[in-house]
């Protein structure tokens, strides 16, 4: 199917979405921070987004495997592949165009009850593949209210395939608090498999991927951001003028990893 092709399966399936599902998911995602949205993309869409991200790791691999040889040197365990917006827009079709596709964003702000809006720096969407060798996912927000993850590849379920919320939570920039966090409040497990597709209200829902036993971990990732943090965007930038910058405790690939 060509890319955009894909675009009009999806802006037709889109165009078609019963609202009941989508009031439901709204619950959902108020009630746990999370909400399953596999009936918003046809199978195709999402089997076409899910080739591209393989595409995408597999070109990763060789490209890093040459370089290795060309080097000379030993080649180097398997390691945690983060594929980032830009590599993303050099190799892939479909993926940037869901991306900005109108209708998908609309309901994606259905869901969440209020305005989702396109990430306001580079980084909007990521491929990333974690292997059960690599070191585990950390408990963490992300910087950007939304995440918007399709499961390419997961463990099962008795090999630690699910992920973990703490929704409701208040996020420290240092992420000094998180212990607190998980000791006082509920922790929910969700049990994913490949085709899953699911939104995180990933500013205010502490989250992590549990560590799992065998296997891989592959998904696509779209960030989206409230106006809220557009308008914090907005003050920081005229902050920076003044050479004050908000300090970041952790790296930029954990806003995609879940
Ligand atoms: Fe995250």
Sequence with gaps: MQPNSTLDTARRHLSRIDPAALTHARDRLAESGIARL???LPHRVKRMLAAEALTLVDHHRQWDESRENAEGGEPAARQRIDIGSQEV????QAIPLLYDCEPLRHMLSVVADESVLPHPV???YGVSRRHHSDDPGRWHWDDYAFAFILVVECPPLQDGGFVQTVAHTRRDWD???IYRTLTRNPIRSWELNPGDLY???ADTTLHRVHPFAHGRRTILSMAFASRADIEREQSSSTRRCGFTQRASGYDEYDTVIT
């Design 38 to 40: 596999g009936f918003l």
């Design 89 to 92: 827009r050099g190799g892939a």
């Design 122 to 124: 580079a980084r909007r």
């Design 175 to 177: 992420h000094s608090d």
């Design 199 to 201: 939104l995180i209200r």
